[in-house]
């Protein structure tokens, strides 16, 4: 198996514009969530998924924010219009959901960079 | 809210050395605990989970603990070699599947 894939593995992008970032899950995994990583505020989670469907959102920052998730093999996460602060690295992670050994594999992440 | 914190930040030792690193959590109720660890530009690895039911884990060189009753976990390395250098990341899983982490601890293992 190849793993949680992610692209691109680096965004730089002016304020202002949309960004997207995009995501491929473990296949066979049933949950996908998505993270972001920064210095100040360390990895917190911004949403994840359960059999495609939003579960919890409580984690995406502002209505600039968006994810979706239209079919068990792939995912996004939109920001638009982009800021500096969105500078980060966002990470994807997939789970089977098998048990309480089960943990979430993680892909390598987008770097962004909001100038 | 639950909230994760790791200490040492940052952490410097000889090649050889035995170590721990420390993890507390403020709420108990958590469905398990698993120790990360990240290397520079790349994901996350899980290196030991403990079950809320355990009380350790081992792997290999990497012994983890977990006392939920005073919310905390340790993680020992034995032998520390270089190739251990890394950002070691505890996080604790709250309703089956939210993790919430700590800030990490930066290991430097010298030669």
């Known amino acids: 198996d190849a793993g949680v894939i992610q692209s691109p593995r680096h965004e730089v992008t002016e304020m202002g514009q949309e960004v997207t970032l995009r995501c491929k899950p473990i296949?066979?995994?049933?949950?996908l969530f998505w993270y972001r990583q920064t210095m100040m505020r360390g990895l917190e989670l911004l949403i994840y998924?359960?059999?495609?469907?939003?579960?919890?959102d409580s984690g995406m920052p502002e209505d600039r924010f968006s994810a979706k998730m239209p079919n068990a093999s792939f995912s996004t996460l939109k920001i638009q219009p982009s800021e500096p602060r969105d500078s980060a690295v966002y990470f994807c992670a997939s789970f089977s959901g098998r048990g309480q050994a089960d943990t979430q594999y993680f892909g390598p992440g987008t770097r962004l960079t909001v100038l | 809210k639950q909230e994760v914190t790791q200490i040492p930040a940052a952490l410097s030792v000889p090649e050889g050395e035995n170590l721990v690193l420390n993890c507390s959590f403020t709420d108990s109720a958590i469905y398990n605990l698993q120790w990360f660890r990240q290397d520079p530009g790349k994901g996350l690895t899980s290196l030991l989970l403990i079950q809320s039911s355990q009380r350790e884990q081992t792997s290999g060189r990497l012994n983890a603990s977990l006392d939920k009753s005073s919310g905390r976990s340790t993680l020992y390395i034995a032998a520390s070699q270089p190739g251990d250098s890394a950002t070691y990341l505890c996080a604790v899983t709250q309703g089956a599947q939210k993790l919430v982490f700590g800030q990490g601890t930066r290991l430097t293992i010298n030669p």
């Open positions: 998924f359960n059999n495609n469907v939003p579960i919890d």
């Open positions: 296949s066979g995994h049933n949950s």
